[in-house]
């Protein structure tokens, strides 16, 4: 039997004030929850997705549903993230097109899609809306909160924008701000899908053609960063697809060309252009160091227990990124414990190496509950 | 670093002559700390509060299936991220004969502890003395099982090379015991018999 899970909408009516100044009303949010949340409404563990992620995180939609959640792996019955204890929501991030309001969604206002009239947010507005959401959800204090990647710089700012609500963060692949080198990858996935003619600024949404183009190739080139160059010899080295000699054409010859090129093409099925655009600008401005003063401004205040992980062939979001959150809270007297995990994956790893991940999330939520009873 | 000694050792006889001189309440941080046997055992007995440092990722997931608060990382690299002083006990178990640069190692330990606590095998433990003389071959023993070329105990040393150290870089030597196999020597001097007696040191130190 298969654990069939609901995704379920709340809708925010009362206006939120985002870091541009804009105040953005109403905010409908995709979400869903597993397990039961206790009498005492403390054993909640938020898991927040990646750039192209949505609350559906566990279980399975149907019995006919063949893949599970994004993160089943890690969230169910004596996994991880156990049912059994804990009461773990997950949310469709503002902005996002699988549930959560943002650039596709109509606009009550003109009963049109926003498109670039939606307002550009921050990752402290995607945190905003998530608190909102918890709130409703009457959650007294959240027992951790976790995400990987882009999922990670939320769950920073998360424990930055509340810290006496979090007991504790998994902080997975993750960075308190981009390298260069990766703003560079988002802009020229961003630029791939401007200069598509069907994007027509943002205005595509009634249109027989959409931005596919411009969007497929943002994805392809998102592949390439979750890989490493390990990573892509061990998936496809130099076999050809589904062919033993070259065409002596520019149609598809090796296999990793293949493999963008479905990546790119089953992407824009489930994802909008718009939102890639708005997401990934996001992911750029995210900077706390910058906007307190330094990252240990930003982390002075909290008062969760924090794990980080870190992948050492993921050169997206490398590990010395995460050392240095690292040694940040160390020099702040905060309980962190760091862990670099070996894997030949890239990026990708927190979606795929769950043997180490697994037991190392156990033990530290487990030990937590020990750590809470001397208290 | 590798508690390599520790591990292959299966010896605690160390971790609680360390533990008894930490004090209660104390901050510690315990370089190389391995599977953070000691570090629980500072937890447990002493309610310690700090953090252990360990390069081995197996070793680091056993720290936290402890429930310690555990860095993986490489002490060779130094301590950079402490600010001076800032921990009560700076402890390197076993570990100093495999650091690459153990002098400096030392010197930042000093840097960061307000006490430090160092322990190691003695080169010029008889047995070992014994062995080479009559062997020819690099000693081995329970407390060094490894071949030359797979070592991890780069930078061996003696007590006397250990107290000629202390002397050049004007380091306080506060605390002093040596182990035998049948005996815990407290507060020794050195001379050639300890030396010669001697299988482990532990040495608490400070500047």
Redo the contacts between chains.
Sequence with gaps: MKNIVETKFYTIEEPIKFESGIEFSPITVAYETYGKLNDNKDNAILIIHALTGDAHAAGYKSENDKKPGWWDELIGENKAFDTNKYFIVCSNILGGCSGTTGPSSINPNTDKPYGLSFPVFTVEDTVKVQKKLLDYLGIKQLYSVSGGSMGGMQAIQFVISYPDYVKSAILIATTSRLSPQAIAFNAVGRNSIISDPNWNNGDYYDKAQKPDRGLSIARMIGHITYLCEEAMYNKFGRELQNKDHYDFNFDIDFQVESYLQHQGQIFVDRFDANSYLYITKAMDYFDPASKYGSLKNAFEKTSAKFLIISFNSDWLFPSYQAKEIVNTLMQLNKDVSYCEINSPCGHDAFLIEYDNQSKIIKSFLNNQIKGDSNE | MNNHYAQSNGLHINYSLISQMVEDNSKVLDLGCGDGYLLKLLKDTKNVKG?GIEIS?KE??S???????????DIDEGLR???DKSYDYVILNQTLQSAKNPDYVIEEMLRVGKKCIISFPNFAYWRVRFNFFFSGNMPKSKVLPFEWYNTPNIHLLTIKDFFEFTDKRNIKILQKIYTTKANIKKDFRYNFFSNLFAEEAVFVISK
């Design positions: 953090f990722q680091v997931i720290c936290i299936e402890k429930g310690l608060s555990v860095i993986q990382g991220q402490f600010s």
